[in-house]
């Protein structure tokens, strides 16, 4: 029908029945040896089915399940409140110890340099600022990621809370 070549040629004449609702005894009595033909008359009977259903209004919600949806929503916002204070706090944390770690770093340099230190105690040095820009850049990323999957996902009754909650 949609597509697909039709392997019946009594098809055509099986859809036009369902269509009138005027099932044929002989397009019935074709139907039950042909295996295209009953697919059709079941998809026919099944959609008649369907538009028989009336269409209401969505059912009206009585005061307790509005109630409840305020306090999950209440609680919600709570927690937002509560994840944005730590979200704060973690950037803090990123990048005081990333600035404490530069500047221990700094620090050594300064200190080991006019002594003469050996190529080794340098080159060591050299691969902790090395790891140290690495890291500063993993956690950049991290944070930035972080901070816009929390944007986009929201925390909308419609998007489910973007916590996983649901508001139905």
């Given at each position: 029908?949609?597509?697909?070549?039709?392997?019946?040629?009594?098809?055509?004449?099986?859809?036009?029945?369902?269509?009138?609702?005027?099932?044929?005894a002989?397009?019935?009595?074709?139907?039950?040896?042909?295996a295209?033909c009953?697919?059709?008359?079941?998809v026919?009977?099944?959609?008649?089915?369907?538009?028989?259903?009336?269409?209401?209004?969505?059912?009206q919600?009585?005061?307790?399940?509005?109630?409840?949806?305020?306090?999950?929503?209440?609680?919600?916002?709570?927690?937002?409140?509560?994840?944005?204070?730590?979200?704060?706090?973690?950037?803090?944390?990123?990048?005081?110890?990333?600035?404490g770690a530069?500047?221990?770093?700094?620090?050594?340099?300064?200190?080991?340099?006019?002594?003469?230190?050996?190529?080794?105690?340098?080159?060591a040095?050299?691969a902790?600022?090395?790891?140290?820009?690495?890291?500063?850049l993993?956690?950049?990323?991290?944070?930035?990621?972080?901070?816009?999957?929390?944007?986009?996902?929201?925390?909308?009754?419609?998007?489910?809370?973007?916590r996983?909650?649901?508001?139905s």
């Open positions: 029908m949609w597509g697909r070549p039709s392997a019946c040629p009594d098809e055509a004449e099986t859809v036009k029945a369902a269509r009138s609702k005027a099932e044929a002989a397009v019935s009595g074709h139907a039950a040896t042909c295209v009953r697919e059709t008359l079941a026919a009977t099944w959609m008649h089915e369907l538009a028989s259903v009336p269409v209401d209004a969505p059912p919600l009585n005061a307790s399940s509005l109630w409840f949806k305020a306090q999950l929503l209440r609680r919600w916002d709570v927690e937002r409140q509560v994840l944005r204070s730590i979200d704060v706090g973690e950037h803090v944390q990123a990048g005081v110890g990333l600035a530069a500047i221990m770093l700094v620090w050594l340099w300064t200190q080991m340099r006019p002594a003469g230190v050996s190529p080794m105690v340098t080159a040095l050299l902790s600022a090395a790891l140290l820009v690495a890291t500063a993993f956690v950049a990323r991290e944070l930035v990621s972080s901070s816009t999957t929390d944007v986009s996902q929201g925390f909308s009754p419609e998007a489910g809370g973007g996983g909650h649901s508001a």
